[in-house]
């Protein structure tokens, strides 16, 4: 019997992945990028456990039992790994024996906090470790057909999704831009608007999106590329100002679409709007920006700040919001996270 544990962080979207052009492989409409955040917080963990003796593969996720068969990128996600097992493996434990997966999120799953990111990466880099595959881009495009966001999930820093042209998927592959320590003093700042499950899944979502918005089809074609360029500038040079406008454009261009697609969607309450105001205007007030917005599919905010700058943010939020007015009777919780690598043991 053999056993392995591994924790994954979740990673935030800057510029976001939303539209896939093949549904199955998850290749995606445009390249994406993100930061990965520290596994002190916000991380799933996965044991995998491989027995001769198993008689069957069996998954628990926080601690109830999910149908492996009845999930086709659970399914997918495990063949994969397999197949780069008898590829590249060692021969320790056998791809042919059985495996008991049990995995834990150390934050609510319903929260909308890119929990599945961080749910596949961990699954696929712990079952890379109990087959002993030696890290690759490869691994990245398996993580990915368990869920879009999960490649980037593999590195810590920032990371870029490609979304590659070849139709098998195989340039579909998440690569890290520079690893945490090259911007140690950037902190997310994550504000619970709302912890219910979101309305429209993200997968159900963008195919809605692609099928209706044209704003979608002009991002991904005429935006994206350029803004991937910039922002990949902005990170090199720890320019916070680029970084921080091109996150709060790309964030209102998403939800754009969101509302651009038919029926519309809608993610964002007024809440999630009054903190985008409350940014620019206290943006405005100190003369540069100092706070940077993105939301995801749900109503949460993620604010973007240097290290130095978080007192004070924080301090202006608790001002200005209320407890009444969040949703959650968990009124703002600021989660200062820096950035890290995945972690085994
Ligand atoms: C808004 O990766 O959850 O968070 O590939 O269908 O599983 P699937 O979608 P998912 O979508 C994430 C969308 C997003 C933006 C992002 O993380 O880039």
Known sequence: MFSVTCVAPVNIALIKYWGKRHEDLILPVNDSLSMTLSTNELCAKTTITAS?????????????????????????????????????????????????????????????????????????????????????????????QGSGSACRSLFGGFVQWHRGVLDNGTDSVAKQIVSSQHWPNMHVLILVVNDQRKKTASTRGMQNAVNTSTLLHHRADKVVPERINQLREAIQNRDFQTFGEITMRDSNQFHAIAMDTYPPCVY?????????????????????????????????????????????????????????????????????ISPEHLETS
């Not at 920006?289 to 608790?318: K, M, R, S, W």
């Open 268 to 336: 964002m309450n007024d809440v999630s709007h009054e903190i985008v105001s409350f940014v620019h205007s206290y943006n405005n007030a100190m003369g540069s920006l100092h706070a940077a917005y993105t939301f995801d599919a749900g109503p949460n905010a993620c604010l973007y700040v240097l290290a130095e700058h978080v007192p004070q943010l924080v301090d202006a939020i608790q001002k200005v919001f209320p407890s009444d007015l969040m949703d959650s009777a968990e009124y703002l919780r600021g989660l200062p």
């Open 52 to 144: 001769k003796s198993f008689e069957h593969n069996r998954m628990w996720l926080n601690g109830e039992e999910v149908s492996i068969e009845e999930s086709s990128r659970l399914t997918r996600c495990l063949k994969e790994v397999r197949r780069l097992a008898l590829a590249t493996g060692s021969q320790k434990v056998s791809p042919s024996w059985k495996v008991h997966i049990a995995s834990v999120n150390n934050f609510p799953t319903a929260a909308g906090l890119a929990s599945s990111a961080a749910g596949y990466a961990c699954l696929v880099y712990s079952l890379a470790r109990l087959y002993e595959i030696p890290f690759s881009d490869e691994l990245t495009t398996v993580a990915r």
